[in-house]
């Protein structure tokens, strides 16, 4: 566990729960601070923590210095993986709360968010309801690019059925004012998710699954440095994308 916030907490007489208020974030956020040393908050949240706790910065996430000392463009890498299914859901959660602005989900299925995530519509509802903006890009499932694709990987849970599963979980939730989906055959051989200025980008292996394949987690700090780049490649897959119907955005 992060036993140095534990102690600041234990020492200022409070509460997972009143510092969540404190900061304004979920609780299950400052739970997962607690249990992970290595889950690393926002630079501006955790100067919000440190104050409110009256101790410092460093002392409560040495990580984050470690980080900033950091030069190169290689400083915008938070974390990587060798799996996507070694990401914890708990990071994936806490991008998902934490975005105010946008979330942007360019799986070419993204049937796993569904998975992992049993309430995400839920609280993809309430995201939009805020003013955060959403949308999806996903593969067509009828189209020849998702059918070679389905030949490559030969299993029985098909690329065209992994897609129809999140475009059934988009419908049911819309329209929503705020949530759009467009197809696109632009990313079968990568997935990027934006939260704001974080994202979690994947580039598929040969024929291997999605889960299979590494990952990288993205800050932005610099203009034109690794994360602008990979966004500006999820605008250009948005842009070029057809409508998705039945949900908000459609026709």
Not at 25 to 39: F, G, H, I, N, S
Not at 43 to 70: F, I, N, Y
Not at 97 to 126: C, N
Request: with cysteine; hydrophobic share 45%; charged share 25%.
């Amino acid at each position: 566990m992060n036993q140095a916030l534990r102690d600041a907490l234990i020492e200022a007489g409070m509460t997972a729960v009143q510092l969540a208020r404190r900061v304004d974030v979920a609780v299950k956020t400052v739970e997962r601070w607690l249990a992970d040393p290595a889950r690393v908050p926002h630079a501006e949240t955790r100067m919000r923590v440190a104050e409110v706790l009256g101790v410092s910065v460093d002392s409560l996430w040495p990580r984050a210095v470690k980080e900033a000392l950091k030069l190169g463009h290689d400083r915008e890498i938070v974390a990587s993986y060798p799996f996507r299914n070694l990401c914890p859901t708990s990071v994936w959660a806490e991008l998902i709360d934490g975005a105010r602005e946008r979330i942007f989900m360019a799986g070419y299925t993204s049937y796993f968010l569904w998975q992992d995530h049993p309430r995400i519509a839920d609280r993809l509802k309430v995201k939009a309801s805020a003013g955060c903006q959403i949308r999806f890009v996903v593969g067509d499932p009828d189209s020849e690019v998702t059918r070679r694709r389905e030949e490559v990987e030969g299993v029985p849970l098909t690329v065209s059925t992994r897609i129809r599963i999140t475009l059934d979980q988009l419908t049911k939730m819309g329209p929503v004012p705020g949530i759009e989906a467009r197809f696109s055959d632009d990313h079968i051989a990568s997935s990027v998710f934006i939260f704001d200025d974080e994202l979690l980008f994947t580039p598929h292996i040969a024929n291997l699954l999605g889960h299979e394949s590494p990952m990288f987690h993205l800050r932005r700090l610099e203009a034109d440095g690794l994360f602008d780049r990979f966004a500006q490649h999820a605008e250009a897959l948005w842009v070029g994308g057809r409508p998705v119907p039945d949900v908000s955005g459609g026709t």
